[in-house]
């Protein structure tokens, strides 16, 4: 169901995008889960179900490369900067448990340009740091989920160098 349930949660996203609409990753989030949780026998009810699962994905932790990967990009003296569909908060609390976050210089949520990634909006909007987010070719884009290619491919078109990690 999970699955099922992150692939709606995109299509979602990427549909209110399309119409010019938004709504925070969060609030989204929660809703297509009521949806999916809808008529499923649980052993408590839907909306204690749905802040179960929202704390538990809020609290997911990195993977276990993944701080020794920031660290290795930092000592090569890579600016590093994340630009996230979801929430800062939500950024700022994973990271810090990982213990990373010092090696980021910004970190980003398209709840500021009003439409998730893969739109050209998401990549250039008011308010976001210039000195960080400028329209550059020396900025890479790597993603780590087969979905962000869409990803990839919006921030290219904003000049971006793409880049795929390696399995």
């Known amino acids: 169901m999970a699955k099922t349930w992150f692939a709606g949660l995109l299509r979602d996203g990427f549909a209110l995008t399309a119409v010019d609409a938004s709504e925070p990753f969060a609030r989204l989030a929660a809703e297509v889960l009521r949806v999916s949780l809808h008529g499923l026998s649980l052993n408590v009810g839907d909306e204690e179900a749905v802040e179960h699962i929202m704390s538990g994905f ?4 990195v993977h276990a490369d ?6 290795a990009l930092r000592a090569l003296g890579i600016r590093l900067v994340t630009l996230s569909n979801g929430s800062v908060s939500v950024a700022e609390e994973l990271f810090d448990r990982a213990g990373i976050r010092d090696h ?8 500021q340009a009003g439409g998730w990634k893969p739109a050209a909006r998401a990549y250039a909007f008011p308010g976001c740091p210039q000195a960080v987010w400028a329209k ?5 884009m790597s993603a780590a989920f087969i979905a962000d290619q869409a990803e990839i491919s919006g921030d290219s078109r904003s000049g971006a160098t793409p880049s795929r990690p390696r399995a």
Do not use: K
């Open 104 to 111: 980021f210089e910004a970190l980003l949520s398209v709840e």
């Open 136 to 140: 550059s070719r020396q900025r890479t």
């Open 58 to 61: 809020a609290g997911l932790g």
């Open 66 to 71: 993944v701080p020794d990967g920031i660290g």
